[in-house]
Structure formats: structure tokens, C-alpha cells
């Protein structure tokens, strides 16, 4: 019997060595929650790093499948690796490429954007055709380690400052976007969800 306790532990403290982000665990609870509550059966998700969130959302029930999509080749290796040791190679389909590059025909129930936070926006256009009818699209990082709020004159990196403006642009976008009723969420590092009208 697989201790999945003892892996998901294990791929919790490897992303804290070798600073891969993951996310809170509030941000985790909010989203395997969510799954639970609206029946979600079919997932995508737009960045997998190691693995760990498709994970916990494949482990919410076991009709939940999960296609994820990471463009990071050691992130990727080590993603399989751990889907490989909880015995979920048959519930989650890893994708080693650009999301940029993917071209996907089936639909899914939520589509999950935790990938690089400037094309947020470019994701969110590209995939909601693959969106099933009251779908939703959950986003996390929002509030970007709290810079989001924070004084922008305070932040001195000029990338960071253009990061935190993208990320605002997007919520702007979301708050904008009458095709979607979004709700914005103050758990983890900030999450939205927008469900298709």
C-alpha cells in the first residue's frame, strides 16, 4: 500500500529545497474543495512544476483526471517521477511542451492557470475554448507574496514592477470579462475563479 501521506510530504519538502513553487497549503484546500463540491471531473492545468497540485487534485476522488502541461524539462522529469510513485500515470497526462504550442480538442470542467504569471490573460484566451458549459477557470498568485497590494514605488526591480503590473492587468481583465462572473478569493497567495455564464 503506497503511504500517499509520506510522498506528498516528500514532494512538499523537495519544492521547499530546491524553491519550486507550490502552492499554500490554503491555496490546495480551496481548490480540491472546490473540486469536490462542484463534481469536477476533467481538469487542466496550465503549468505543473513537480507535479504537486495535479497531484492533490487527482487524489480529491478517483473519477478526477487531470491533463497538465509543463514547458520546464527537470520540473517535467520530476513530475513524472511523482506521479509515478502515487500510481496516477492512468488519471494524469503530463505534456512537456509550451502551453503556447499545446492544441487541445477535449473539454474540460475547470482549467487551472498556475503557469508564468505575465501571459496570464494569453492562457486564459487560448484555452476557455476547451472550457466546458459553466466551467470554470480557477487562477492562482494573485497577490504575488502580497506585492500586488503592495505601494508599487516600494518594489525596486523593474521586472518585478512589470511583473506586478501584468498581474493587474489581469485581474482588471477578469473583472472586465462579461462572459465570466469572477470571484476573487483572499486564501493562499490569492485566487480567482471565473465560471463561464
Given at each position: 500500500m503506497v503511504d500517499r501521506y509520506a510522498i506528498v510530504r516528500k514532494i512538499k519538502q523537495y519544492a521547499e529545497d530546491n524553491n519550486v513553487p507550490i502552492m499554500l497549503q490554503e491555496g490546495i484546500d480551496f481548490l480540491t474543495t472546490y473540486i469536490?463540491?462542484?463534481?469536477?471531473?476533467?481538469?487542466?492545468?496550465?503549468?505543473?512544476?513537480?507535479?504537486?497540485?495535479?497531484?492533490?487534485m487527482a487524489l480529491v476522488d478517483s473519477?478526477?483526471?487531470?491533463?497538465?502541461i509543463e514547458r520546464d524539462e527537470v520540473r517535467y522529469l520530476e513530475a513524472l517521477k511523482n506521479v509515478k510513485s502515487l500510481g496516477l500515470e492512468d488519471r494524469i497526462t503530463l505534456i512537456y511542451n509550451d502551453a503556447f504550442n499545446v492544441k487541445l480538442e477535449e473539454t474540460f470542467d475547470l482549467i487551472f492557470i498556475d503557469a508564468a504569471k505575465a501571459q496570464s490573460i494569453?492562457?486564459?484566451e487560448m484555452f476557455e475554448r476547451n472550457l466546458n458549459r459553466n466551467g470554470a477557470i480557477i487562477t492562482d498568485n494573485l497577490k504575488f507574496h502580497g506585492l500586488v497590494d503592495q505601494n508599487e514605488d516600494e518594489i525596486k526591480s523593474k521586472n518585478l514592477?512589470?511583473?506586478i503590473r501584468k498581474i493587474k492587468d489581469?485581474?482588471?481583465?477578469?473583472k472586465n470579462n462579461e462572459k465570466y462572473k469572477t470571484e476573487f478569493y483572499d486564501v493562499g497567495d490569492g485566487i480567482s475563479v471565473s465560471v463561464k455564464k
Open positions: 469536490l463540491k462542484n463534481h469536477v471531473k476533467n481538469i487542466l492545468e496550465i503549468g505543473t512544476a513537480i507535479g504537486y497540485s495535479a497531484i492533490m473519477d478526477v483526471k487531470v491533463t497538465t494569453k492562457f486564459f514592477k512589470a511583473l489581469y485581474i482588471n481583465y477578469l
